[in-house]
Nanobody
Framework: VQLQASGGGLVQPGGFQRLPCTAS????????MGWFRQSPGKEREYVGVITWSGGVPYVEDSVKGRFTISRDKAKNTGYLQMFNLKPEDTGVYYC???????????????WGQGTLVTVSS
């Protein structure tokens, strides 16, 4: 199964962006789909996760109240919804398949190509 995040682009501060992560080449069957981001000059940062079967989402405190995570099993697609975007949200966003809700990067064994989100006026 290959993962591909998309939907990135330029958005103004305070704006909204939704990033789909589509699994192709098979049915997504991992325990979780996680989301990470990497801002310029920084290490990859955990954003949140959703359990694929039960659809239970979790987002980090740093984005709680602004970001939400969902999934559509029928479409084999997960989503990261980002509201009230700030310039510091700029970065490359990745989705990944993992075996547990552990935020450790090593827990994720299948990474999609990232999509760049730029928050700027």
């Amino acid at each position: 199964v290959q993962l591909q995040a998309s939907g990135g682009g330029l958005v103004q501060p305070g704006g909204f962006q939704r990033l789909p992560c589509t699994a192709s080449g098979g049915t997504f069957s991992s325990y979780v789909m996680g989301w990470f981001r990497q801002s310029p000059g920084k290490e990859r940062e955990y954003v949140g996760v959703i359990t694929w079967s039960g659809g239970v989402p979790y987002v980090e405190d740093s984005v709680k109240g602004r970001f939400t995570i969902s999934r559509d099993k029928a479409k084999n697609t997960g989503y990261l919804q980002m509201f009230n975007l700030k310039p510091e949200d700029t970065g490359v966003y990745y989705c990944a398949a993992g075996a547990s809700t552990n935020p450790w990067v090593g827990n994720y064994n299948n990474w999609g190509q990232g999509t760049l989100v730029t928050v700027s006026s």
